[in-house]
């Protein structure tokens, strides 16, 4: 069990049987009557946000969370195919779990995967990922000194934003926190 004063920011704690997490939280001790805790709140399972009142001192649940290291095998129909890498078990992971972490996910990448009372919850991408560029526009001689930019798809289906000097067939660095352009990758 957490106390309130045990809050803070990622902290991840169960209500009604549900897993959150804290996004934030502000604690209030007013001239007259009680202290409180104000927090926002993210539903791990819906994504929904709750803003909720605690008071002072009151107690709230530990979820059952298990964080398990997976690789993404491939995709069939609307599931993923993640493999246990400890005990090589296939486990059918519905696409809507991942939202828009889905457009960086190559076949073979080792992933973390949150799993409340045996089913996954939220998968975690390793921070970079290299992608080949499959589709973009040539840039244009002479138009870099502005600094502009193009949109690229990669090999997975994403588009992102990329300098004009990136061309096809090439390799790129991206962050999967924010989906940018790093780097471009040397062969």
Known sequence: MYDTS??????????????????????????????????????MQTGAVLSKTFRAGEKVGKPELQD??????YSQGDDLILMDLDTYDQIPVPVEKLGDK???????????????????ISIELPIFVELEISH????????????GSKPATVETGAVIQVPLFITEGEKVRIDTRTGEYITRVKK
């Not at 549900?18 to 939280?25: C, Q």
């Not at 409180?36 to 993210?42: I, S």
């Open 6 to 43: 045990d809050f803070r920011n990622g902290l991840k704690i169960e209500l009604d049987g549900v897993p959150f997490e804290i996004v934030e939280f502000l604690h209030v001790k007013p001239g007259k009557g009680g202290a409180f805790v104000r927090t926002k709140m993210k539903n």
């Open 68 to 73: 398990r290291h997976m690789q993404f095998l």
């Open 102 to 120: 889905r457009l960086f996910l190559k076949e073979d990448m080792e992933i973390d995967v949150l799993f409340y009372k045996g089913e996954a």
């Open 136 to 147: 973009t526009d040539p840039g244009l001689r002479g138009d870099t000194a502005s600094g």
